[in-house]
Each structure stands twice: as structure tokens, then as C-alpha cells.
């Protein structure tokens, strides 16, 4: 075959220095180099691909990003033509889109996308699916690499693996530039043992550089900005450390409740949901050491090394973990049901709609500062945050609080809605006398940059594609954040309903979570 | 030059007082209701733009560059500075300023943007002080970029060594420009980008997406003859297109006995061609009116083709491109 050219790209290319790309790529930005690909998903008549596959994968053929030969193909149980799964797609792509479904751009993705029936442990499914691969790449007369996206319940995530493995499509091209590469989503297990057990699956299919992890926080602006913000600002980071520090905390807030998915919330709740995975990954970034370069394996060794070094979570009273569930309240000045009471929730459940924790990271640079994570459905307003706040300056210059009204220097990174960051600084306020007040710097992403900016499964999607991993999370990182967490799961389930606190829908969470921070005298934000 | 100063948006203002009439603008803006920075939290200036139009732009071509500009705001708020030189035989001895400032109104009130623009017309014997009127049109600290637009005599640049060497980035279009900006002695030459350049980047794209997925050694053995076909109006295109094939065979190794030549046609095509002694062959033809093109292929497995759509970029997105890539 033709491309056989690039056996000896790894794919650790994709942040190679421009001079050591091939020739012809040299110049473009790495995200304008994608080989030719397939993108199957798995899981194409679900929720996530219509509102966020199929849009991303517009968005990026209206940037111009994907390559010139991109086929989708759509894998699932339910037979559907490819007429209508192409009319399905546009119908999603007007609804969730960022932008108005452009004919000129559609038409061509359109023409390039089609279907594939069948069943997940289907083996012959799977044999059909690679004939179809085949039959692309005979058609255009060139190699493609193909990416699975396995958009699916978890409970068929092993099925699909294998049978990528027994049909021979993981091992594609495997160790060339366009080997088939696996996006999973989130669960990564439901506790260390599940977690050890998908992993072991995955790594009888495929290379860990040939998967994909995706946690959609990464993909947002904001967190990779975390990166920037830290380690390309010289007044930063001499700072961020204990001595200067004084807490950490860390908000993923939803005003929804559970809706019409009470089935799954049931079998997962806020640790499970949000915790383990999303908040854990804020963690990371924030408590990181500087990697020694941007390359995925240095950016994640980094982030499994501080999740190593948080100690255990002591459990019960006095401990380091509250849990909630929300009663009635209200939601933007209406009425609203309590978690017990929403339809498809036993009412004797024990599964937590809010969890907060206190995490101790025992290592040179965090030793005594304690990071607080919560997160909660049917919170006052959803609003997800990062917000570093620093000591108090030495010393009784602006002591009488009367007069000074002196506030923590605080650096908050809004990861959403209104992706941006502010800066807290004590200012004086004008007038003879010396009076202070808290002022704050806002940076705005869409006000700053336009509000057009990228959804997180666009950016995440094409770095799949071309083979950068950096913002996807390694199996050791999901197994190390699952044996903090684990313990945890594992007591509570033990307890059943004690323990589990209660808090009015619409408000900030429980007593308990208060409770937590005010032994440490500290207090929450209320961002 | 006076004519096109008169015929550019803005409120003419005292050169003394141009940041502060354009605070009062906004003042004036948020107190009649509309959208303004000081209310709507919408200005995020983050790059100074200097366009600066020499003595070859007639009034229609600066205001279609000024809506470039705009165009070009919408997508990068910025402080733009419109500089106008007035003739070497006006006998005008002083300058003169306008301001413009415009906002762009998002899905939500936070997305609003504000971008303000400073327009100064100067003699040409003030140029000696322009450093200095156009400092304080800047806003400290941000990075400046430089539009240099249809020069008349490129030897004046030397003119304006300051915005030559403290700019980010120095763009022209050599589609435009006299030749002999190709030749000019730039004090820094990494920081000069031709606007053709950015434009031709879905051209690059497309062809080095593709070419990138052979071997190196196959794209240049038995390599004779590069060609580049273009229409009439698309000769910077072309002779940009070229060169850049060029440099990145070079880069694939050794060249030997390559005959690099371009042939011009009376349509809107550009074509690229490679022709080899051992039955391999590229081609990359482009109908630019159509937005459209075949790259067709045959490195040894037989002969390949692919329809793609293709387009320059637009005026403003290859500013962008150019100033930030």
C-alpha cells in the first residue's frame, strides 16, 4: 500500500519540534495534519453523539480541520439507513451545534458518512464493519486510520473491545502514524477493582498510546489555560506552593437535578459522576509539578504523581467526606421536588447528589494545604471553579478590620459558564482617609477572544485524530484517582442511609460540608 | 490622502485628546443605552493594529481595508491605528485625528465586544514625529502588529524603523506591492509574513495533509519537473505556491536536475504539478472560482484521486492567521 512511508513516526510526533515533522506538514499548525480517517462511533444513536459528536464533527469540517479524506461512520444495535442517519445528524447539528448548519459543509461530511448496523457482541457485526473500512480505503486508494469512539454504556464497553481485537480492526497499522486509535468515555469502572478490570480488557486489545480516555473537562478552554496561566507567568508559580497558599477550592456545580436519568444516577451518584473523574482531573492540574515538556506521557506522569501523593480520605464524623442528597427547595424562585421524590429514585436511597471532601496532598509543595472539592446537583447556580486563595499578608500595617476591610487574594478560574479567570486584590478606596476594599480583575474568555470558541469534544476529537494525547487520561490515572476513592464508595455503601445529610434544593449544600471547612477556618465560596 | 481621511468612519477629534475622547465616546455610547465597554464590560483590547496606508490606496481601497480591519476586530478585539499620509506636495503641516469605535453584539450581553479605532492623518514631512503621536494612540504593554498597505516607493519604510522593529509582526500583500518589497531589507526579517501566504493555507493544507502520507525519498525520486499553472489574477498566489513547494521538497532531500518553472492561464485555476521519470505523478488542481480541487496521486500503487472543496482564506481570516500563526 502507499503509506507505509511513515512506520517510523511514532505517535509522540504530534509535539515534535516543527523541524522534525515531515516536510509537508512543516509550517501548519499540528491540528491542520490529520492523517486520512474513519471515526466509527460506537453508540450513534445516542444522546452524547447527537449533541456533542456529530456537532463537533461539523464545527471542525466548518474550521477547515478535518482531513481532506474523513469518513463517520455510525455503529449501532438499531438498523437505520444511511439516509436517515445522515438526516438525523443534520437535525442534531441545527439543534446543539455552535454554529447554523452550513449546506456547503455538511454536504461534503454528509456524503462522507454512513452507517453500520449490528450488535456489540456480534462478532460477524464487526467483520461487516471492516469490510466497510476496507472498502473506503479501496475506494480512495489510500490508508486510513480509523478512530472508535465507543459512545456507549459501559455495560458493552468489554464487548466492543474485544471484538476490535478478535475482527483485527485495533491492531490496524499498529506502531505507524495512522494506527486505529479508541476514544472510551467516561465511567473508567465503578470502583479500583472495575477500573483494573477495563483496563485489563483494553490493554488485551490495544497499546495505551492507542487509547483515548476522554474526561470533556480537559477539552475546555479554561483548563488548558490552567497550564498556561501556571507555568508561563513567572508571578504565578514562585507562589503556588504552601508557603504562600492558604487553601484550594474546587466547585463543580449543577442547578439541574437528575431528571429523567434517576435509573443511572442511582447506580452512580456525585462521587462516581463527578468526583472520581472531572474534579479529580482540576486537582491534578492545579497540584501538578511543572512537567518537563508538553508531551502527553510528561503531562500525565505528572498528574499521576500528586494524585499518588494525596493520603487517604478518613471517613466519618470528624473525617474528610460529606455526603448529601437534596430535599425540596427552590430553583430559580419555583418549587422543586426533593431527590427522593423525583420519579425512578427508590425513596430509601443512599446514592449522594452532592459529595465534598477535604484532600490532603502529602508532598514538598502542599504539605498543610488543604484542597476542598465539591459537587452537587440542584446547587444555588452551576458554576464549575477552581479558586486558588493566598495568606493574608504578615504583619498589623492593615489590621483594624473596621477600617480595612482586607480580602484573601483569591485567582478563581471559571471553567464554566463564562470561561475566564479573576484576581482578587485589596484596593484603596478613594477618598482623604485610608480605607481598603477588595476589587477584582476579571478576564473573560468570550469577551476577550469571541464566544466562538471551541467546544471541548472538537478539540479533543481531532487531537485523537492526530495522535496527542496530552488531554486524555491514562489508565494509571484513572486506577490511581479509583484507589483514593474506592475506600470511600466502599463505606458508604456499607452505611446505607447514615450519615447522609440532607440540604434544600437551591441552596449551597449541607451543614456538613460547612462544617468541614470551618474546622479548618475556612469557609466556602459562593461563586 | 486627505480624501481618504475624510472618507474613513469616526468623529473628528483634537490630536491632543484622542484617549480621552474616546472614553467620553463610550461614555456617550452607554448613556444614550448602547452597548460600550465601561457597561457592558465588552472591551478586551488585546493587540495593537496599526494599518498604515501608503500613497497608492485610493478612497475605495481604504475603506474596504478599514472594513477589514473591523472584520478583523470581530475576531481579535483590538486598538487599531489607521495612519494616513498626506501627499509630499499637501501643504498641510498639521495632523489631524478621528476616532471609531463599534461593538459587536454576541448571543449574550457578556459576549459584546468593543473595538476602537484611531485614525491619524499626518504630513509627510511630520513623519520624523509620528514615533511619538503614535505612542500614545497605543495601549502599553500589548503586542503591535503592522499592516503596511500599497506603498507607493517601499524605500520609505526605512521612514518608520521603529514600528519595523518594535512590531510583533509586519504584514503586506505581495499581491499588491510593488516587487520591490520582495527585496526590501527588513531589520528583522522572521517577522515579516505575506499576506498570500496565510491565504493560500487551505492550498497547504490540503497538499501537505496528503503528501505527508508518503515517504519522503518516493516524493523526490525520479523527480523532474515542478509546475505551477495560475490564473492571470494569481500570480503572488502562484509564485508563493512555488517557492513554498520548493522549500519543502528541499526539506524531503537532496534535489537534483528539477526543473521548477510556472506557466500562467487565462482562468481562475492553480495548478500544481509534479512530473517524475518512474511513472509517479502529483497534481493538485484547484478552480478557485468554483471552490474546488482534485489532487490526484500515483506514488507506485496506482493512480489515486480526491475532490475536495478549497478556498482562499477571507481578507480577515488571513490577517488572523498571518499575525498569530
Sequence with gaps: ?????????????????????????????????????????????????????????????????????????????????????????A????????????????????????????????????????????????KIGREVQTLFYIST???????????????????????????????IEKPFGRDLASARALNATIRSVFEEDQVYRIDHYLGKETVQDLLVQRFANAIFEPLWNRNFVDSVQITVAEEVGVGTRGGYYEQSGALRDMIQNHTMQLVALTAMEPPVSLDAEAVRDEKVKVLKSIQPLRIGSGGDVVRAQYAEGMMGGKQVKGYLQEDGINPQSATETYAAMRLSINNWRWQGVPFYIR???????????????????????FAESDRFNLAANTLAFQIQPDEGLSLVLNGKVPGLETRMQPVKMNFRYSTTFGSNTPEAYERLVLDAMIGDGTLFIRGDEAETSWALYTPVVEAWAAAGREGMESYASGSWGPAGADALLAAGKHAWRQP | MAAIFNALPGIEVPVGSINKSLAQLWEDTAAKGGPAPASD????????FVLHLGFKTTVEDAVEQFQIAVNFSKRSPCRVVVLCPLPIYDPGTEMRAKIYGECHL???????????????????????????????????????????????????????????????????????????????????PGAVHDLVYARLLPVRQSIGQLLSGY?????????????????ETLTAEGRVLLDWTRERLAGCGPLQNVVFDR???????????????????????????????????????????????????????????????
Design chain 1, 1 to 89: 500500500m502507499i503509506i507505509n512511508a511513515l512506520a517510523s513516526f511514532r505517535l509522540t510526533l504530534t509535539n515534535m519540534p516543527d523541524a522534525q515533522r515531515h516536510p509537508f506538514l512543516q509550517g501548519l499548525s499540528k491540528h491542520r495534519g490529520a492523517p486520512p480517517t474513519v471515526v466509527v462511533i460506537f453508540g450513534a444513536s445516542g444522546d452524547l453523539t447527537a449533541r456533542k459528536l456529530i456537532p463537533a464533527v461539523f464545527n471542525l469540517g466548518y474550521d477547515n480541520l478535518l482531513p481532506a479524506d474523513f469518513f463517520l461512520l455510525g455503529f449501532g444495535r438499531k438498523p437505520i439507513p444511511d439516509d436517515e442517519f445522515r438526516k438525523v445528524a
Design chain 1, 91 to 138: 437535525d442534531s447539528i441545527k439543534e446543539f451545534s455552535r454554529r447554523e448548519l452550513n449546506a456547503d459543509v455538511w454536504d461534503r461530511i454528509a456524503a462522507a458518512t454512513s452507517y453500520v448496523a449490528g450488535g456489540y457482541d456480534e462478532r460477524a457485526a464487526f467483520d461487516r464493519l471492516a469490510k466497510h473500512i476496507s472498502a473506503i480505503e479501496t
Design chain 1, 153 to 183: 454504556p459501559p455495560s458493552v464497553f468489554a464487548p466492543i473491545l474485544l471484538n476490535l481485537g478478535a475482527s483485527g480492526l485495533a491492531a490496524r497499522y499498529l506502531g505507524h502514524r495512522h494506527q486505529a486509535k479508541v476514544i
Design chain 1, 375 to 397: 459537587s452537587g446537583k440542584h446547587l444555588a447556580h452551576r458554576v464549575s471553579e477552581i479558586a486558588i486563595q493566598f495568606k493574608r499578608p504578615p504583619g498589623t500595617l
Design chain 2, 41 to 48: 464590560d465588552g472591551k478586551a483590547t488585546q493587540v495593537n
Design chain 2, 106 to 188: 454576541g448571543k449574550t450581553k457578556g459576549d459584546t465586544r468593543c473595538c476602537e479605532f484611531v485614525l491619524l492623518s499626518y504630513p509627510f514631512a511630520a513623519r520624523q514625529y509620528l514615533e511619538s503621536q503614535l505612542s500614545v494612540c497605543l495601549i502599553t504593554d500589548l503586542p503591535l502588529y503592522y499592516w503596511v498597505h500599497r506603498f507607493a516607493a517601499i524605500h520609505r519604510l526605512n521612514d518608520y524603523q521603529y514600528l519595523l522593529r518594535r512590531s510583533e509582526r509586519i504584514l503586506y500583500d505581495s499581491a499588491i506591492a510593488d516587487a520591490e518589497i520582495l527585496s526590501f531589507a527588513w531589520p528583522r
Design chain 2, 215 to 231: 515517504e519522503t525519498a518516493a516524493l523526490i525520486s525520479g523527480l523532474r519537473a515542478v509546475t505551477v499553472t495560475q490564473g
Design chain 2, 263 to 325: 506557466q500562467v492561464v487565462a482562468d481562475s485555476s492553480l495548478r500544481l504539478d509534479f512530473k517524475y521519470d518512474n511513472g509517479h505523478s502529483f497534481g493538485w488542481h484547484g478552480d478557485l472560482a468554483r471552490k474546488n480541487a482534485c489532487i490526484e496521486a500515483n506514488f507506485g500503487a496506482g493512480r489515486s484521486a480526491l475532490h475536495i472543496a478549497v478556498n482562499l482564506l477571507t481578507p480577515d481570516a488571513a490577517l488572523s492567521d498571518a499575525m498569530f500563526f
